[in-house]
């Protein structure tokens, strides 16, 4: 029983950084149609920018804010210098997806010459786990689930509630009608890399406080994030959100039958299964005809 | 005149579509366009809309030269476009199509959508609905409501009964009259040559991208070369 109750934890701390990261990629396809492959090192940059403004003795909150900050410029500066110019050019989705694994590899290569490629750790202050149901939890991974609870609940409000919220579904959904009742696409566009690069970094951080510290983090968790997209529908950010969970707490009961090693392949298998089985995803729905 | 093309060319990258269309709406009037596919009705109505720009000719509106802005400014200025397809946001509810009829103008949500309610009552009862879940007649009216939630003053409709029942195109019909009667010129494409020119009072023959007979309907309707051409006898 308390083996369960701490699979089901660490599952679902796994599973809801997946869905952050899942949840920017997802979106970003849906209005831009490509996969961005650089996503990944946006990751990778909020868990490395929030070391480096520890280092330089800044408090944690003050350093995770700033962090999320100077990833949102990463991916606005991405776009401005690539991704733009290239849907100005009218560039195709394989493009765009290869000029992103190219801005993958740079982002990577800048970190790495920061950073080099050691692991790393943030200095934190040692947590001590409590008991809950049996499994155990330390207080900083209750503070990560409610944030990742809240962060969601706050960008299902804005895209809900909101004009331009309502304004990226809308573009996201149709974009020739988008520009039929005049949409201000830069504008979409923007909010757009704002909230899923913001998203990303918030994923990265949380991953450097429950693990370490890796150059070649962003790839891992994107190929996770891709997997989960694939499973909740291409383009679904409720589908992102589920398709994360499902792939956090099944690669995490998959080690009651196999060893750890092979928890990456179990996210992979429910992927094939999903394609195979339900090629639209999870939440891929069917306009009605007639 | 309210809206006024002279000698318009446009088309697709090189591929030009109208050579030179010249063509005029009133205050007041619903004015049909018809003609075989292929002739360039749709095209008419994109150029104007600012989603294709016309490589020649002039486009006044109200006066004012409107050749090749953005159909983001044209709202704002007072015309609104249906596009013959995909012209609702179908992952949308209802309410939110609409609010996004009046993006421009974020003040106006509120009145247009008492606006369009008040003129599609059965859209009322639907507001919570997701738009994928309407039927096919419901989806069209939507389209028209997204259109009308700014209350344009010039209104450009490309084929809305396409795809609908029989019952359904009378229903439609019925309504554009309506609309027009509350005060809004209309410009409509058509590929019922015949109900088209029913409901308008004018209308514009288009053939092979260049004008070939126009008129008030009702002339037009027994046209003897038109009703062989276009009428099918």
């Known amino acids: 029983m308390s083996l369960v109750a701490q699979?089901?934890?660490?599952?679902?701390?796994?599973?809801?950084?997946?869905a952050l990261v899942a949840i920017g990629l997802?979106?970003?396809?849906?209005?831009?149609?490509?996969i961005n492959f650089s996503h990944g090192e946006l990751v990778m940059l909020g868990a490395y920018f929030t070391l480096a403004l520890i280092s330089i003795e800044l408090s944690l909150p003050i350093s995770i804010s700033i962090?999320?900050?100077?990833?949102?410029?990463?991916g606005l500066i991405t776009d401005i210098?690539?991704?733009?110019?290239?849907?100005?050019?009218?560039?195709?989705?394989?493009s765009l997806l290869i000029a992103s694994i190219g801005v993958s590899i740079v982002l990577q290569s800048l970190a790495q010459l920061c950073w080099g490629r050691d692991i790393k750790v943030l200095d934190l202050p040692p947590a001590t786990p409590i008991e809950f149901f049996g499994a155990s939890i330390t207080l900083v991974q209750i503070v990560m689930i409610f944030t990742v609870a809240a962060t969601m609940f706050l960008l299902f409000a804005y895209l809900n509630f909101t004009r331009i919220g309502t304004a990226l579904r809308a573009t996201s959904d149709n974009e020739e009608m988008a520009r039929v009742v005049g949409i201000d696409n830069d504008r979409v566009i923007m909010v757009l890399w704002i909230i899923s690069s913001a998203f990303a970094a918030i994923g990265g951080i949380l991953i450097g406080i429950n693990t370490n510290l890796q150059i070649g983090m962003g790839l891992l968790i994107l190929i996770k994030a891709l997997a989960a997209i694939i499973i909740g529908s291409v383009g679904n950010i409720r589908g992102a959100l589920i398709g994360g969970m499902v792939i956090g707490l099944s690669e995490n009961f998959a080690l009651i039958a196999l060893p750890s090693q092979y928890k990456d392949a179990v996210a992979f298998t429910i992927m094939i299964l999903v394609l195979l089985l339900k090629p639209e995803g999870i939440f891929g729905y069917k306009e009605r005809v007639g | 005149m309210l809206l006024e093309l002279r000698g318009v060319i446009s088309g697709y990258g090189n591929l030009d579509i109208l050579h030179g269309v010249d063509m005029e709406v009133d205050n007041g009037e619903i004015v049909c366009i018809i003609g075989p596919n292929g002739a360039g009705k749709s095209t008419v109505l994109k150029t104007i809309f600012g989603l294709l720009k016309p490589k020649g000719g002039t486009i006044?509106?109200?006066?004012?030269?409107?050749?090749?802005?953005?159909?983001?400014?044209?709202?704002?200025?007072?015309?609104?476009?249906?596009?013959?397809?995909k012209n609702v946001f179908l992952s949308l509810t209802v309410e939110e199509n609409l609010a996004m009829?009046?993006?421009?103008?974020?003040?106006?949500?509120?009145?247009?959508?008492?606006?369009?309610?008040?003129?599609?009552p059965s859209l009322y009862d639907r507001r919570d609905i997701r738009a994928c879940y309407l039927s096919g007649g419901e989806r069209k009216l939507l389209a028209i409501g997204i259109a009308l939630m700014l209350e344009p003053s010039l209104l450009l409709l490309d084929e809305p009964s396409m795809g609908l029942s029989p019952k359904y195109k009378k229903a439609l019909f019925?309504?554009?009259t309506e609309i027009n009667q509350g005060g809004i010129p209309i410009l409509i494409v058509e590929q019922n040559a015949y109900k088209a020119l029913k409901i308008s009072h004018r209308g514009y023959v288009l053939d092979m991208g260049k004008n070939k007979f126009q008129g008030e309907s009702g002339e037009l309707l027994v046209n003897s070369?038109?009703?062989?051409?276009?009428?099918?006898?």
Do not use: C, W
């Open chain 1, 7 to 18: 699979l089901i934890v660490n599952g679902i701390i796994a599973g809801s950084t997946y």
């Open chain 1, 26 to 34: 997802t979106m970003v396809f849906g209005i831009l149609h490509f």
């Open chain 1, 67 to 74: 962090a999320i900050l100077l990833v949102v410029l990463v």
């Open chain 1, 81 to 94: 210098m690539v991704f733009k110019p290239l849907r100005n050019q009218k560039a195709d989705s394989l």
């Open chain 2, 60 to 85: 006044f509106f109200a006066g004012e030269q409107i050749k090749g802005i953005d159909p983001h400014r044209l709202i704002r200025k007072g015309i609104s476009f249906v596009p013959q397809d």
């Open chain 2, 101 to 120: 009829g009046a993006y421009t103008r974020p003040n106006m949500v509120e009145k247009g959508k008492e606006l369009v309610f008040s003129r599609f």
């Open chain 2, 174 to 176: 019925d309504k554009i």
């Open chain 2, 225 to 233: 070369q038109i009703k062989k051409l276009y009428l099918g006898g």
